[in-house]
């Protein structure tokens, strides 16, 4: 692990670096915490996967229901749907309907007109109804996602970030070591000093499920609803339970990222926005100093 000793001109005078023991840096010590590939990958999803989310809410509004199984049309009884009546807006899950007027189903425009479409103009891309154009941005899109995702792979392969930062080791499993970690993030007492640049397993089981179930399930099956795609790679659609399944899927996943996502800014600024997101930004973190034992 290497540590990184600002100049002296880049830190404030009232918060002197304190030098650092390369092998066994302390609370206070500014170190390298993320690679140039994870930080450039880090910014790029980012923006990326907020077109992505934007531009299918769009696409979701051309049919705003969900079904099961290879085949669903409007007569068709959707697991998930969002409706109105004349006055009213609302999403219905299963049995369960919740009144959601004002924000999906049914909205005021900025021209003041009563607009009943699934998702509100701000919330997509682009803010006006047009399918054909919310199709070109999620396609074009897609692919930044899936190339990322895959040089991001070999990459971290190769440097051996996967193996060293994020693999989970049997013991780590332990409940009570999870427990422990849970009671840890409960109480916002969050690692200090070496300890803060290793993953705990709460990260690690978050951030796997991201890299290895979430991104790829989202892209696999955002392939088996492209007709051109699937036509050569129809073990997707059964695999998935057919076209309708897939994007029942795709649109879960869709949203277990934006849960990851609104989870993640809570952790960062909970653990202190500056230093997060300078580490993410330059790759420099200043670790937190240790706790005084009571």
């Known amino acids: 692990m290497s540590t990184v000793l600002d100049p ?16 066994h840096p302390i609370g206070g010590d500014l170190v390298k915490r993320h690679r140039l590939s994870t930080r450039l990958w880090h910014w790029t999803n980012a ?16 049919h705003p229901r969900l079904y099961w199984g290879s085949y669903g049309a409007n007569p068709d ?20 309907q919740l009144e959601t007027t ?7 425009a900025p021209d003041g007109s009563i607009q009943r479409r699934a998702f ?3 919330a997509t891309i ?5 399918l054909a154009d919310a199709r070109i941005w999620h396609l074009a899109f897609a692919w930044l996602l899936s190339l990322g995702l895959l040089a991001y792979s070999i990459v971290s392969l190769v440097n051996r970030h996967f193996q060293k930062d994020l693999r989970i080791r049997a013991a780590e499993m332990a409940p009570r070591n999870i427990w422990h970690d849970i009671k840890e993030h409960a109480r916002l007492r969050f690692p200090t000093g070496e300890a803060a640049l290793r993953y705990n397993i709460l990260q690690k ?16 099956t955002g392939m088996t609803m492209s007709p051109a795609l699937v036509s050569g790679l129809s073990p997707l659609l059964d695999l998935f339970g057919g076209r309708q399944s897939a994007r029942s899927l795709h649109f879960l996943a869709a949203f277990g990222l934006v849960a990851f996502f ?6 960062v600024v909970l653990a202190g926005p500056y230093n997060e997101v300078r580490s993410m930004i330059t790759g420099r973190f200043r670790l937190p100093r240790e706790r005084a034992e009571p």
């Open 8 to 23: 002296p001109s880049a830190e404030p005078a009232a918060e002197p670096a304190p030098v650092a023991d390369a092998d």
């Open 77 to 96: 009884r959707a697991w998930l749907e969002v409706t109105s009546t004349t006055t009213k807006g609302y999403l219905r899950v299963g049995p369960v």
């Open 102 to 108: 004002g924000v999906m189903g049914y909205w005021k």
């Open 126 to 130: 682009p803010s006006s109804y047009s």
């Open 120 to 122: 509100p103009h701000w």
């Open 262 to 267: 609104l989870v993640h800014i809570a952790m």
């Open 205 to 220: 089981l978050a951030y796997a499920s991201v890299l290895f179930f979430l991104l790829p399930l989202v892209i696999l």
């Open 47 to 62: 923006v990326t996967l907020l077109v992505m989310l934007m531009s299918g809410l769009m696409i979701f509004n051309a």
